[in-house]
C-alpha cells in the first residue's frame, strides 16, 4: 500500500512546503477563495471528504482545506488515463496529492474495486471522493453512483464530510487548460451521520451535499447584495407539563407538507415534503444535550442555575449554525433562549422585571440597545447580564411568532408525575405558578412593547384542540410577514 511509510522525512518536508509556500498562496492569488465551515474538517484525524466535481482545479481547493497532518495522510481519487498522458504531469500529481488511481473500465470480475480504499482507511488515512463519479456538467450536480455507500456502509464509524466547491467549473472549465481569475467558493459541511444499508447512505450523502449546495447559493447571492427571506423563527413557550414539546412537533410536522422545517428541541429534528430526516450530530448540539442532562439532574436551584444558562447559550448558538448550514424555510423551537431567561429570571428573585425592563433586557440581549455601556444601571442589578454583555453574548434570538402552551400548574405537575421520571427541582406547584405568571409577564411585553405576533393558547384543552389553534395562530402570523405568503 501507497502512503507515508514509502516517503522519507525530507519527502513529507518538501510536500508540505510545496502546499504551503507555493500551491495554497498561488490559488489564494488566483481564484480568491472563499471557505466557510472549515472548522467541520478540521477537527478530524480520519474522514472520508465527498465533494461535487466540475473541474481539475477541485483537488488543489480541497487539498488547501486539509491541516498539515492531514494532508500528509489524505489521498484523492483521480483518473490515471487523464493525467498519464504528460509523465511530469503524472509524477507531480502522484507527489502532491498521493491519490488512488483508478481507470474507468478495467474492473476485473470477481476482485474488490474498493480495495486500496479499505486498505489506506484500515491504516488511518483519509479519502477524498467524488461521488458522481466524473466530472459533470459545469455548475449541475449529478445523481450520486453507487460506490460511496457500498464503502460507506463498511465504514460507518469514520465521519464523511460532505463539501461544495462553487466556482471551479468557471475558473478552470472542462476541455480547456486555461485558467480564469475568478472567485471560488468552498462551503464544508457538518460531519454527516450515515445508517442503513448502501443504497440509504447514498440518497443520505447526496440529500446532504444538495443541502449544503443550496446554502451556498444562497449565501453566495447574499454577498452579491441579493435580498433574501430569512427562516420564519417560531417559539412555542410553556411550563413543564404544558405540551410544548409535543405542540412543536406538531407544527413542524405540519408546516413541513409544504417546506423545509427545523425543529430544535431536547434532540435536533429535520422536515421534509412531511418525512422526518435526522440531522448531523453538530459539536454545539451534542454538548448542548450533555448539559441538559447535567441541568435536569440537579438537586437544588442554584446548582441548576448555570448548566440552565449554559444549555439556553448553546441552544441560541446553535440557531444560528442551523440557519447557517441547512437554511430551513421555517425554525420550530421548543422553547426560547432568550424568552426563556427573561421568565426564569421570576425563580430567582423576589422583584421579577416590569415590562418595561424586560423590553430594555431584550434590547441588551439581542445586540439591539447601543445606549448600554459597562456602568449602565442594569448592570448593577443584574450582574449576569454585564457578564453577557462584556463576553459579547448578547446575540440571542428574538422570535418572529411566539406561543405560550397555557396549563394550570397544578395540571402540569400531575402530567409530569405520570411520566414515571424523577421530577426536577422546579417542579412543583409554587414554581411553576410563579413561572406561569413570568411567561404571560414577557408575553404581554412583546405584545404591547416590541408588536411580536403573540399568542397564548389554552393547554388544558384536548391536545388535538391545543394543537388545532397553535397551527392557526402561526398561519395568521405568517399571513402578516409578506416575506412568508
Known amino acids: 500500500m501507497r502512503g507515508e511509510p514509502e516517503h522519507g522525512k525530507a519527502h513529507r518536508a518538501l510536500r508540505r512546503m510545496i502546499h504551503l509556500l507555493v500551491l495554497r498562496p498561488l490559488a489564494k492569488l488566483l481564484f480568491g477563495v472563499y471557505v466557510r465551515g472549515r472548522e467541520h474538517l478540521a477537527g478530524h484525524d480520519q474522514f472520508i471528504l465527498i465533494a461535487n466535481h466540475n473541474s481539475h482545479l477541485d483537488i488543489i481547493l480541497l487539498f488547501n482545506l486539509l491541516t498539515l497532518p492531514q494532508l500528509d495522510r489524505t489521498h484523492a481519487v483521480a483518473e490515471r488515463t487523464y493525467f498519464a498522458r504528460y509523465k511530469w504531469l503524472f ?66 464509524s469514520i465521519p464523511v464530510v460532505p463539501v461544495f466547491l462553487k466556482g471551479p467549473e468557471r475558473a478552470l472549465p472542462k476541455a480547456t487548460a486555461i485558467m480564469l481569475p475568478l472567485t471560488n467558493f468552498v462551503a464544508v459541511g457538518p460531519p454527516q451521520l450515515v445508517v442503513g444499508g448502501h443504497r440509504d447512505i447514498t440518497q443520505h450523502l447526496e440529500a446532504a451535499l444538495r443541502d449544503l449546495e443550496q446554502a451556498t447559493s444562497k449565501s453566495y447571492q447574499r454577498r452579491r447584495g441579493k435580498k433574501e427571506a430569512a427562516a420564519q423563527t417560531i417559539a412555542v413557550l410553556g411550563i413543564d407539563g404544558s405540551g410544548k414539546s409535543t405542540v412543536s412537533r406538531s407544527i413542524a410536522e405540519t408546516l413541513s407538507a409544504a417546506q423545509s422545517v427545523c425543529l430544535i428541541s431536547d434532540t435536533l429534528q429535520f422536515y421534509n415534503n412531511s418525512l422526518y430526516r435526522p440531522l448531523q450530530p453538530l459539536g454545539t448540539n451534542v454538548f448542548r444535550e450533555a448539559i441538559n ?63 418595561t425592563t424586560i423590553a430594555r433586557l431584550i434590547d441588551i440581549l439581542t445586540g439591539n440597545d447601543q445606549q448600554a455601556g459597562p456602568h449602565d444601571p442594569l448592570f448593577s442589578e443584574y450582574p449576569e447580564l454585564k457578564a453577557f454583555w462584556l463576553l459579547k453574548l448578547n446575540r440571542m434570538v428574538l422570535p418572529e411568532t411566539i406561543l405560550l402552551i397555557d396549563v394550570d400548574p397544578a395540571t402540569a405537575c400531575e402530567r409530569i408525575a405520570s411520566r414515571g421520571e424523577e421530577m426536577q427541582v422546579h417542579e412543583n406547584v409554587e414554581k411553576l405558578t410563579r413561572l406561569r405568571e413570568s411567561y404571560l409577564r414577557v408575553l404581554a411585553c412583546l405584545g404591547s412593547h416590541l408588536d411580536i405576533s403573540t399568542a397564548v393558547i389554552n393547554g388544558n384543552a384536548p391536545l388535538e384542540t391545543v394543537v388545532e389553534h397553535a397551527m392557526q395562530a402561526v398561519r395568521s402570523s405568517s399571513a402578516g410577514d409578506p416575506d412568508h405568503d
Request: proline share 7%; no cysteine; aromatic share 10%.
Open 91 to 156: 509524477r507531480s500529481v502522484e507527489f502532491l496529492y498521493q491519490p488512488i488511481w483508478i481507470e474507468r473500465g478495467t474492473a476485473t470480475r470477481g476482485t474488490d474495486p474498493f480495495d486500496e480504499f479499505k486498505q489506506l482507511l484500515e491504516a488511518g488515512h483519509s479519502l477524498i471522493i467524488f461521488p458522481e463519479g466524473t466530472r459533470g456538467k459545469p455548475g449541475e450536480l449529478v445523481h450520486f453512483r453507487s460506490g460511496i455507500g457500498r464503502l460507506v456502509v463498511q465504514y460507518k
Open 293 to 355: 442532562r447535567a441541568a435536569k439532574n440537579a438537586k437544588s436551584l442554584k446548582l441548576y442555575k448555570i448548566p440552565k444558562l449554559t444549555e439556553l447559550l448553546l441552544r441560541n448558538q446553535l440557531f444560528h449554525e442551523i440557519r447557517r448550514w441547512y437554511t430551513p424555510d421555517h425554525i420550530v423551537m421548543d422553547g426560547s433562549p432568550l424568552l426563556n431567561l427573561l421568565a426564569w429570571v421570576a425563580l430567582y428573585r423576589d422583584d421579577p422585571p416590569d415590562e
